[in-house]
């Protein structure tokens, strides 16, 4: 039997901070309407950039160690350079007291995507760890019509960069990996079906010969989190992907995420249960299965 509470896999968390300044840098954001950029080579201050994901995996992992019950590690991957992400993968499972329990990848890293074939290593390691692989949208991707990115533009970076994946054959050649999409999979299940009837016709490039068939079992393993999107967002997506594959995720720790909206759409979630005449819990255990050590440590703390 799984732990009791609520297991969510999508939180952010800065480095400790001087006090007010993590307040003072998302209220920044905001009054930039979240209009931010960042350079795309290497230069000392990409050197100092990857310096800082280290320091937040090994700053996680010491939380991890010393709160093993509360908390569990998605390692972030610096996905723009394939030898310093594998370098990551064995430091974040092979010298943390508690291993990393999965890894966070966000669609678009300093230029370079998810589908980049630079990234064969990568997921070939990942498929056989059978790895649980978070997939964030792009935290920078530019607004539109003025409007911020965090509204509507991240829910088709997302749809997006799996596209991508799947015409370059990712998902069909390293199935062992679970692949988690933010925000019930953004704009993706509601696409799933015009994908699965267009995505195979002549007109549409497909080096990889992916076949209907091969697009709807692939679109169907994913898993999604319910972060701020639940309301509208899980219907779709327990359709393409099924209820066992739907699991919890708060959004905790961005500067476009409230208590009162992580509130709500965490009643959405128990009202999409009710309404639907799911078990209270079902969504909030699947995530529990999903990770089986981070279930094992609550459990070993309970005892």
């Known amino acids: 039997m799984p732990p009791q509470g609520w297991l969510d896999i999508h939180g952010h968390f800065y480095l400790p901070q001087a006090p007010g300044e993590a307040e003072a840098l998302a209220e920044s954001f905001r009054a930039a309407c979240f209009m931010v950029s960042r350079p795309v080579t290497w230069e000392v201050e990409s050197i100092l950039r990857l310096e800082k994901l280290k320091e937040a995996n ?160 692939q679109l169907g393993r994913f898993f999604v989190d319910t972060a701020a999107t639940a309301k509208a967002g899980l219907q779709p997506a327990v359709k393409m992907v099924g209820l066992e594959n739907v699991v919890y995720g708060a959004d905790c720790g961005v500067p476009c995420s409230t208590e009162q909206t992580m509130e709500e759409n965490r009643k959405d979630i128990m009202d999409f249960e009710a309404q639907n005449d799911i078990p209270r819990g079902t969504i909030l255990a699947n995530g529990w299965k999903l990770f089986p050590q981070a279930a094992a440590r609550v459990t070993a703390n309970d005892v």
Do not use: Q
């Open 58 to 217: 090994t700053y996680a992992a010491s939380l991890v160690s010393k709160y093993p019950s509360r908390f569990g590690l998605l390692a972030a991957l610096p996905t723009d350079d394939p030898e310093l992400c594998l370098s990551e993968i064995k430091r974040t499972t092979s010298t943390f007291e508690i291993p990393a329990d999965g890894f966070a990848v966000t669609t678009v890293h300093k230029g370079v995507g998810l589908g980049d074939p630079r990234l064969e290593p990568v997921w070939d390691v990942l498929n056989s760890r059978k790895a649980v692989v978070h997939i964030h949208p792009n935290a920078y991707a530019a607004p539109t019509n003025g409007r911020p990115s965090p509204l509507i533009e991240v829910a088709f970076d997302t749809a997006r960069t799996v596209v991508d994946m799947l015409y370059n054959d990712v998902f069909r050649r390293y199935s062992d990996i679970k692949f988690v999409l933010a925000h019930c999979g953004g704009v993706l299940p509601v696409l799933s079906g015009r994908l699965a009837l267009l995505g195979t016709e002549e007109w549409v490039p497909n080096p990889n010969d992916i076949t209907r068939k091969e697009i709807e079992e």
